[in-house]
């Protein structure tokens, strides 16, 4: 892959910092190193005591986006207020913080194994895994949650199908992410327009409400020897079940996973309910459209891969959607590289 994000080292670590961390732990660090992966620049570290117990470290710092800052900030604030996130993810040890440095503490999970590549074993685990947490929303995450197109709108600002319909740079950038930008752009001008109404439906999404996470993706799974982990709750909000899944399928499918179809199939089959035509074709148009106003995007300064990954979970949704809607599927992606 081209380009990793900037993480501090653990030498960076402010020195009260650190104190504040080996008290959380209950010992000092005997060794920390750097832990590579995600999308940010976040600092992570696997911690070491000398007695052999190991923690994960992640927080931000000076060098830290506004976003990554945030993000971290609620993260923190959801483990405290809902520990049964412990039986999806990694025990919370708690927080510390110190000038511009904010930190998270967690149990350390090791990976038995990696994803991508998926393994048809590997996609129906994580699946049953989301459909366990969905099971298991609380009845207070309906008022102690933000509704999910809250969250989203926060993060990311407003934009999807509506952004790319007329002239300007968002339409520019998506039209550009493919091979024949002419047919690309007849295509858009003949669904655009509908895909934006159908947009405005997200809210009403049908199907079970509960929990959602809203970023399932591989690099926030970790398949450990007894169990998989869902990590990063940043985004923890109240909705619908289907939304949640349906921002995942594209990411398992551009992995080589399960196709969409294939993915919420599975999802329908481990939970024992079938979602409406009209929901799926709704969930699916809010995905795809999220991607397609992002992932034409200029880079983003400290965030070298984002662009890329969007693209990735871009085409899959596209495919997805046209499939759900029956209609022609858009011209052929540009390659793109990580």
Avoid at 72 to 95: C, K, V
């Amino acid at each position: 892959m081209s380009g990793r994000e900037p993480k501090p080292a653990w030498a960076e670590v402010p020195a009260s910092l650190r104190a504040q961390i080996e008290a959380l732990i209950g010992g000092n660090v005997a060794r920390a190193e750097i832990v590579w992966g995600g999308y940010g620049p976040s600092a992570t570290f696997l911690l070491s005591r000398a007695s052999g117990e190991t923690y994960f470290c992640k927080g931000t710092h000076p060098g830290q986006t506004r976003q990554g800052h945030e993000a971290l900030i609620r993260e923190r604030q959801n483990y405290e207020a809902f520990p049964e996130l412990g039986r999806f993810g990694p025990h919370y040890l708690g927080g510390a913080d110190e000038g511009d440095w904010h930190v998270a503490v967690l149990e350390s999970v090791a990976r038995s194994i990696h994803v991508p590549p998926w393994r048809a074993d590997a996609a129906q685990s994580a699946i049953a895994l989301i459909v366990a947490f969905h099971d298991a929303s609380p009845e207070r995450a309906g008022t102690d949650l933000r509704p999910s197109e809250d969250v989203s709108g926060l993060l990311y600002g407003e934009a999807g199908w509506a952004s790319l319909i007329e002239a300007g740079p968002m339409r520019d950038g998506f039209l550009a992410l493919f091979e024949d930008t002419q047919a690309a752009g007849d295509w858009l001008d003949r669904h655009g327009a509908a895909l934006a109404s159908i947009s405005e439906k997200g809210a009403g999404i049908g199907g079970p409400r509960s929990w959602v996470h809203l970023d399932i993706r591989s690099d926030n799974l970790i398949f450990a020897a007894d169990r998989v982990h869902l990590v990063d709750w940043p985004m923890l909000s109240f909705g619908p079940a289907l939304l949640d899944i349906a921002f995942f399928l594209p990411s398992l499918a551009g992995e080589g996973g399960p196709d969409c179809n294939d993915g919420l199939k599975l999802y329908e089959a481990v939970r024992g309910i079938q979602f409406e035509h009209d929901d799926v074709v709704t969930a699916s148009t809010v995905v795809a459209g999220f991607f397609a106003a992002r992932a034409g995007g200029p880079p983003i300064p400290g965030l070298p891969r984002l662009r890329w990954v969007q693209k990735l979970q871009l085409f899959p949704a596209l495919n997805w959607l046209c499939n759900v809607m029956g209609i022609e599927s858009p011209p052929l992606p540009r390659p793109f590289e990580p």
